[in-house]
């Protein structure tokens, strides 16, 4: 891709999480949110007007037909994202999909088999792994300034008042505290440890919707072991505890979108400042930008193989504790 042009985005579902990213998206000198698509126009336009879209369609699919448009972030419920993204891929455009990628691992190898043969960049929005504070305790990590990990202790969980028909809740919508919340403590320990040997889990479902609402999972491997949970029902401090043979290492709450670490050695914490540019989903953006730029369809920080690890781990979390969505059966 030519390096003088700015790189061109549009985006697909106008939710929450998507108005975070436009807001990111806007702080990126070579970026440019070009389009805009929602199922309901006057969302569209309001959502165009508020960031600043050249257009705003009231279909995905006349956005996935605009040539004006280079890469494209899916931020709709996960059981979209891999119909949205093949779609996309095959309509030329480059592709960042919301976490998690896909619903199981099935979708997932759908989606990257695409990106190969549309030779389209295709990554997860994994935005935890392009975080400052994450990026300097994995260099720190590999570089033994904690020896082996031995142990990682690390949750994600809120109370929610969401209503029973809200997507978190909604088992059809791939709703439940594993592939929203729960991605992310499995992620941070597949990144630190690797595919685990083994995995114990147990969850408790919404007596009406049969979504999970809590879930602890034990990541079990040769030399290192980790706990994990996720949860709607309560509040967790969200400090991820990183505990090695020669010292320890906390990313600061909220740890998925650290501003800061410590490291505990030798009866010392030593204290590291990262703020976050904006709110922290440009550092995966700049990623994309970089990988368009060089002409590559996957990231190296966060590769088409991670993300299937990712996915066919909660697959296994989701077989231990007997969960199923809808599309499935
Ligand atoms: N990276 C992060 O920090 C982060 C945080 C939250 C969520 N996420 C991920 O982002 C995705 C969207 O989450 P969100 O919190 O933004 O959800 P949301 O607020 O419910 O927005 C999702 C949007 O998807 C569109 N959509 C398409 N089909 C839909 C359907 N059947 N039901 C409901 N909405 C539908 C809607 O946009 P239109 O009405 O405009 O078409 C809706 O506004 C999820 O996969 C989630 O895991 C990531």
């Known amino acids: 891709m030519n390096s003088s042009k700015k790189i061109k985005w549009g985006i697909v579902g106008c939710g929450n999480i998507a108005n975070k990213f436009a807001s990111d998206l806007a702080l990126i000198d070579d970026a440019e949110l070009v389009a805009v698509a929602s199922r309901s126009m006057d969302k569209a336009s309001e959502f165009g007007q508020q960031h600043d879209s050249e257009k705003a369609y009231d279909s995905y699919d006349d956005l996935f037909l605009d040539t004006n448009i280079d890469i494209i972030y899916i931020a709709t419920p996960h059981t979209s994202h891999a ?3 093949i779609k996309a891929m ?3 455009k480059h592709v960042l999909c919301e976490k998690p990628l896909a619903l199981n691992k099935k979708e997932a190898t759908a989606m990257i088999e695409t990106s190969k043969r549309t030779n389209k960049f295709f990554m997860e929005g994994l935005w935890t792994r392009f975080n400052p504070s994450l990026i300097a305790i994995k260099e720190r990590i590999d570089n033994g300034e904690i020896g082996d990990v031995k142990f990682i202790n690390v949750d994600f969980s809120f109370k929610t008042d969401k209503s029973l028909d809200s997507r978190v809740l909604d088992l059809n919508l791939g709703g439940g505290t594993i592939l929203d919340i729960g991605i992310y403590p499995a992620f941070l320990v597949y990144l630190l440890l690797g595919v685990p040997k083994e995995i114990l889990a147990k969850s408790i479902f919404h007596k009406v919707t049969k979504c999970d609402m809590q879930t602890s999972m034990i990541f079990h491997y040769e030399t290192a072991q980790a706990i994990m949970y996720s949860g709607f029902a309560s509040k967790s401090d969200l400090i991820a505890r990183i505990s090695g043979a020669e010292g320890e290492i906390h990313l600061h709450n909220p740890w998925l979108v650290a501003q800061s670490y410590s490291i505990l050695k030798n009866d010392k914490e030593q204290l590291f400042e990262l ?3 904006g709110l922290g ?3 995966e953006i700049i990623e994309c930008h970089n990988c368009l730029r060089a002409d590559r369809i996957e990231s190296t920080l966060w590769s088409h193989q991670n993300s ?4 066919s781990i909660l697959d296994r979390v989701r077989k231990q504790v007997g969960l199923k969505y809808p599309q499935e059966h």
């Open 83 to 85: 119909a949205l993204s």
């Open 90 to 92: 095959e309509h030329d």
């Open 275 to 277: 703020p976050t540019t």
């Open 281 to 283: 989903f440009s550092h």
């Open 308 to 311: 299937l690890d990712l996915i």
